[in-house]
């Protein structure tokens, strides 16, 4: 992705060219939309909030300043509506709490499909508490980086380090239980 | 090779990192920017008419001077304050009480009549031209 291209679509569409917006549309519809769904897991919820996204994203296309990066901007932006949005009409989850403890701690890789286990670690994502959840969505989507989770949620790096570690370990202790139960349906 | 998640630190960092992405929907770049032409061809918001305004404005904030100072001048015409005197009851009896209530009065509701008056006009006014 390319800062410049963002940059000279930016000064366009400022300037009355909407159709170079479509260029942000095209670079970013794959990130926005993967980020939305990593907060909710419904596709169609996703699209509409990306698109909610984009929306804002033009409206407030002045108040980016040049000193952030675009993707950085357009980020804190997406996220902070996505966070409202799902504390509007949250997610369908299963809470954590009321996952059943299996008979025994199974290994968590043994039997189960990639895509089954996949499904299971998404919900287990979504079913965390929000500021544990907002907090690993963003840091796993950012490929590891706590400077920009930070950037996108508005927090401190040392918030972000705690609520990480903090989440980890509410997943660390029930992924097992919730790895382990389709398996035990299926018995 | 069997791991047990509290084993393998790295485990978690694995799975949530390579969580599945999805493509978007084969629409939805036309669907964000026929929003985007809406958005851009809607006609931009009707700015407050402050020049229109102003003159009520000015009127209403002169009335609210008015009923302030009509009141000071009322309250410190009456008794002087004493502990007693600082009751509700006791400061709305000496105020009922005393000459300049009528004066006050009159005061407050010219001021009130002249807000109106100025509010009125200054809608009639915007109405006409929107």
Redesign the interface.
């Known amino acids: 992705m390319s800062a410049s291209e963002d940059q000279s679509d930016v000064e366009r569409v400022l300037l009355g060219d909407i159709a170079a917006f479509e260029g942000i549309v095209h670079r970013w519809q794959g990130p926005l939309i993967n980020l939305a769904y990593r907060f909710c897991q419904d596709r169609g919820r996703a699209e509409e909030l990306a698109q909610e996204a984009f929306l804002r994203c033009y409206r407030a296309l002045r108040q980016w300043r040049r000193d952030a990066a675009f993707s950085t901007w357009l980020f804190a932006l997406a996220t902070n509506l996505y966070r409202t949005e799902l504390r509007r009409i949250p997610p369908r989850t299963q809470s954590l709490d009321d996952i059943a403890e299996p008979a025994d701690a199974r290994v968590f890789d043994e039997g189960l499909e990639d895509r089954d286990r996949d499904l299971v670690v998404r919900r287990a994502l979504v079913a965390l508490p929000g500021k544990y959840r907002e907090v690993l969505i963003l840091f796993y989507f950012h490929d590891m980086d706590v400077a920009a989770a930070a950037l996108s949620l508005g927090l401190p790096e040392g918030t972000i380090k705690a609520r990480l570690f903090r989440g980890r370990e509410i997943l660390r202790s029930k992924l097992p239980q919730m790895l382990a139960a389709p398996r035990l349906k299926e018995a | 090779m ?5 084993q393998d630190e790295d ?3 694995r ?11 084969a629409g ?2 036309s ?3 026929n ?3 809406l ?2 061809a809607a006609p931009p918001p009707i700015m407050f008419p402050w020049k229109r305004a102003l003159p009520g404005l000015v009127a209403g904030a002169f009335a609210l001077a008015l009923v302030v100072v009509v009141t000071v001048v009322a309250v410190r015409s009456s008794q002087p304050i004493t502990a007693s005197s600082l009751s509700f009851s006791s400061f709305m009896s000496t105020f009922r009480v005393q000459e300049r209530l009528e004066g006050a009065a009159s005061w407050t509701f010219l001021a009130l009549v002249v807000t109106f008056v100025s509010v009125k006009l200054s809608m009639r006014l915007a109405a006409s031209q929107a």
Do not use: H, Q
């Not at chain 2, 069997?2 to 509290?6: A, D, L, Q």
């Not at chain 2, 799975?15 to 929907?25: A, V």
């Open positions: 069997k791991r047990r998640i509290g485990e978690i960092d799975m949530l990192e390579l969580l599945p992405e999805i493509l978007p929907s939805f770049t669907s964000v920017m929003a985007i032409r958005e851009a």
